[in-house]
């Protein structure tokens, strides 16, 4: 699967703007704010359906103008595909496939996988836990779409049930039967989430490991020790959902919000026994971090039988010498198909993108 071409209108910083690539490497350079990132978004788009740094669909039309349209052509198992997302402020977006409007963007996830690599990676390490919890979602709902359709009744569910709170609280009134139609659907859709997230990880953690071995031994870095983890941090590990439900009810009524259930889960990231945001190098969690989107890479792939497109955005001025060096030697292999990259120097990316000894594309941005 690779991307063949790319038409942007009016998407961030471009009024129109479009690409023909190559099936392997292909690399935008050009000084900083010209919009090299904005392209890789662009891609990301027609992937996910929505931006990667910007999830509000809106913000991301240029300014001053009332429309944005993405449209891709996709070489895929011997066939077209073409993919158009629009959106026009004040309306629904649109996205369709070979022509045919998606009733449900839900049916589109899974049919492009695609794993991005950016300077912003470093918030799944330092922010909270809602980051991590939807990257570990973004994974699974790529190759199991009844585990998306059973995350997406869950957070309508307890959106549901936090209006229901807020009502309570608002007109003084209470109706326990209510509650516990809520809770019910709440624990239904939420033990599916939780059985399918514990498999991931049981899966995960060692494909992450071996990366993560791989970048460190390979580059030199792991002169001592280093033993890292990551593990699924659930509150239903020692609880029952419904038990939970039932002992934390008047802190919920207090709160107006529902505090416990699937949507508390996070992954925890150590290095040596501890938090890897607490104790970890900048250098130890850059490569915890790319190890764990090449793992990312390896399960979406081994789950959905397709090579996913790579983006590798801004990694060589965020990224020392010796592990760009080392991402560009991982990804230089059968394992890879297409491979985007933004950098801001032309003659550094192409003196590294020859020694793959791969086909490749530059194109220089203004």
Do not use: W
């Not at 026009?88 to 996830?109: A, D, Q, T």
């Not at 209006?163 to 009134?173: D, E, I, M, Q």
């Not at 390979?218 to 002992?247: H, W």
């Not at 970890?280 to 996913?308: E, M, R």
């Amino acid at each position: 699967m690779h991307l063949k071409k790319i038409s942007i209108i009016n998407y961030k910083n471009f009024a129109s703007k479009s690409f023909e690539f190559d099936k392997n490497i292909n690399c935008f350079v050009g000084n900083n704010g010209v919009g090299k990132t904005n392209i890789l978004d662009a891609i990301y788009y027609l992937s996910h359906i929505k931006g990667y740094f910007n999830s509000v669909a809106s913000q991301n039309i240029k300014h001053g103008e009332d429309f944005f349209v993405i449209e891709g052509v996709y070489e895929k198992n011997d066939r077209e595909e073409n993919i158009n997302c629009s959106l026009k402020r004040g309306l629904k977006k649109v996205v369709k496939r070979n022509g045919k409007e998606y009733e449900k963007f839900s049916k589109h996830i899974g049919l492009l996988p695609l794993v991005i690599i950016s300077p912003t990676d470093t918030n799944l390490i330092v922010e909270g836990s809602d980051l991590r919890r939807k990257f570990m979602d973004s994974i699974i709902s790529l190759y199991d779409n009844k585990y998306l359709q059973s995350l997406i009744n869950y957070n309508k569910v307890l959106s549901q049930r936090n209006s229901l709170l807020k009502y309570f609280a608002v007109n003084h009134t209470f109706d326990l039967v209510n509650i516990e139609i809520y809770n019910d659907q709440l624990i239904k859709y939420g033990m599916e989430l939780f059985e399918k997230r514990k498999l991931f990880i049981e899966e995960f953690v060692s494909i992450f490991t071996v990366r993560y071995e791989h970048i460190t031994n390979k580059s030199g870095f792991n002169k001592f020790s280093e033993n890292v983890s990551l593990s699924y941090k659930t509150q239903l590990d020692k609880s029952d959902f419904n038990e939970l439900l039932i002992a934390n009810l008047d802190k919920d009524r207090l709160l107006q919000f529902t505090s416990v259930g699937l949507h508390k889960d996070d992954l925890t990231f150590k290095i040596n026994g501890y938090s890897i945001k607490k104790i970890g190098s900048q250098g130890q969690q850059k490569s915890f971090l790319i190890a764990l989107k090449l793992a990312q890479f390896d399960f979406i792939k081994k789950h959905t039988k397709l090579t996913p497109i790579l983006l590798l955005d801004d990694i060589f001025d965020k990224l020392d010498e010796n592990r760009v060096n080392q991402l560009i030697d991982l990804v230089n292999d059968s394992n890879f198909g297409q491979i985007f990259i933004s950098d801001t120097h032309a003659k550094r990316t192409e003196k590294l993108i020859k020694n793959t000894n791969q086909t490749y594309k530059m194109f220089e941005l203004n």
